[in-house]
């Protein structure tokens, strides 16, 4: 592992989805990486100049193989409607390829935080993802960025709790608790910045983060912050908006007996409820520190961040759409 001093070869499963694409764009920028998009042959969506593209099968092993072959970090991007068992077919390919790195599919809350883990409802997903590579003898980097805050706020209430078109916010407790969160641009700097350190050697370096969480965030912000900064972005005050209240245990209950009656929005209610818990869960920059001043992150802007979400909103953005 020593001789791979730095990392040229980088390979991304789903490259053109939301923070797929900030991965492929920020790694092309540095000029360091050959980057290689594996998808789907009847995969849609447009790629930058420069990109290689492996086509494969995720029910073809050896096609996935052939587009790991010399790979020296994979990078695992899935869409919520990918199959359950996409990931394990992805990482056991990989192994068999001799990728030295892989970052798997566990974006969003603390992995390493137990407790949350086993309550976050996706956790024992993550969990399992990380056994299996630990099983198969590959090294993992977790990105920990904390939930996506584009994506998060223009989605609708059961995430955030805002309904920005309809001016409606639902604040969990008293709207206070802070939470980690980042941009997907963030999250697309953060991996080009890690991946343009050496491999191996004094900190910073890559191997410092093997079989580790690699913490950044963009902000610790909380319903309030976020409120606050929609009215300076809309020229609004809390007088146009509508502002209830719920405790996040009570909203967490509620999310998991949605879920079992068939209410898919249910399992973003009690996972973003979950977060948001007053015991400070939700923020690993106050528990775990962060590596953006180690790594050179950019100080990200609230407000701008915010003004793209309302002009996704104002678009009709919806990434469930068919």
């Not at 290689?52 to 869409?79: C, W």
Request: hydrophobic letters at 40%.
């Amino acid at each position: 592992m020593s001789q791979i001093n730095h990392i040229e070869k980088v390979a991304i499963v789903g490259p053109t989805g939301n923070i797929g694409k900030q991965f492929v764009e920020e790694l092309l920028k540095t000029g360091k990486h050959t980057v290689t998009a594996v998808r789907r042959a009847d995969s849609q969506g447009n790629l930058p100049a420069g990109v290689k593209i492996a086509h494969v099968n995720y029910d073809d092993e050896a096609s996935l193989i052939a587009a790991f072959q010399g790979q020296q970090f994979l990078v695992i991007t899935l869409s919520v409607r990918a199959p359950p068992d996409t990931h394990s077919k992805i990482v056991k390919a990989a192994a068999k390829a001799g990728v030295p790195y892989v970052m798997p599919n566990c974006y969003g809350f603390d992995v390493q935080n137990k407790t949350l883990a086993e309550e976050s409802l996706v956790g024992a997903t993550y969990l399992k993802h990380l056994a299996e590579l630990e099983n198969l003898g590959v090294s993992y980097i977790v990105m920990t960025c904390g939930f996506w805050y584009e994506w998060s706020l223009a989605l609708g209430e059961p995430w955030f709790g805002f309904d920005i078109k309809d001016r409606k916010v639902t604040f969990f407790d008293d709207g206070n608790t802070r939470m980690s969160v980042s941009t997907w641009q963030q999250c697309g700097k953060a991996l080009a910045a890690l991946l343009s350190l050496p491999e191996s050697g004094a900190s910073p370096a890559i191997s410092q983060w093997k079989n580790k969480s690699f913490y950044i965030a963009s902000f610790s912000v909380s319903q309030r912050d976020m409120l606050d900064s929609l009215h300076r972005v809309n020229g609004t005050t809390d007088k146009e908006w509508n502002i209830t209240y719920e405790p996040t245990a009570q909203r967490y209950k509620d999310g998991k007996d949605e879920m079992q009656k068939g209410i898919m929005t249910g399992m973003a209610k009690a996972m973003y409820a979950r977060g948001f818990f007053p015991n400070g869960d939700g923020d690993f920059e106050s528990s775990r520190g962060l590596a953006n001043d180690l790594i050179g992150l950019p100080k990200d802007s609230l407000d701008e961040a915010t003004k793209r979400v309302v002009e996704m909103v104002e678009s009709g953005w919806n990434p469930f759409a068919q």
